[in-house]
């Protein structure tokens, strides 16, 4: 939300079916997607969001809300809402202790490289045919594009970069 408010988007939280009925774009953060899941399926969310992308509305997930995007996911294996040709491995950096910032590269999008956070992050361990890889850190995949569905495995929220929400804005 601070990102938000800072490059002066408008933003409102969705808690229900009817609160994404209000909305041009999704952002699904990071969390813990177990949990995350709990509640869509208590509120409705998860068909909400799946036709609401299927309108061909932006929606972006960061880490938790990449996983849950994710038509894979493994350790373990969970539901999900499959709007994404990606699979993905959970908590795939290790623990808590093992979460880091590293430096990435997305050169379509910016042409300097991208601090990127990882907390318990997931790997992008396959890409479908469809899917962009729009950045990576080291060899891995860590930003994607499958038509209006953008995930990253890192948190760019919690940098001082714009750059991947505005990209992102660009998109309603």
């Known amino acids: 939300m601070k990102m938000l408010e800072r490059i002066g988007a408008p933003w409102k939280l969705v808690k229900s079916a009817h609160d994404l009925e209000e909305v041009d774009a999704l952002i699904m953060p990071g969390g813990e997607s177990t949990t995350m899941l709990k509640f869509f399926s208590e509120e409705g ?5 799946k036709k ?17 995007l994710a038509r ?15 699979a993905i491995e959970r908590n795939a950096y290790g623990r808590q202790v093992d979460s880091s910032i590293r430096q990435g590269e997305c050169p379509e999008l910016a042409s300097h490289p991208l601090e990127m956070v990882f907390i318990r992050a997931p790997i992008i ?5 469809g899917v962009k890889v729009l950045g990576h850190s080291g060899e891995l995949p860590v930003l994607v594009e499958q038509e209006n569905i953008l995930a990253a495995t890192f948190h760019p929220e919690l940098t001082e970069d714009e750059t991947i929400h505005r990209y992102f804005l660009q998109k309603i």
Not at 125 to 129: I, L, P, Y
């Open 125 to 129: 361990r396959r890409v479908g045919a």
């Open 52 to 68: 609401f992308a299927g309108e061909g509305k932006p929606v972006f997930g960061t880490c938790a809300g990449a996983i849950l």
């Open 72 to 86: 894979e996911v493994s350790n373990p294996p969970q539901e999900k809402l499959a709007l994404l040709d990606i």
């Open 45 to 49: 969310l998860g068909p909400a969001i």
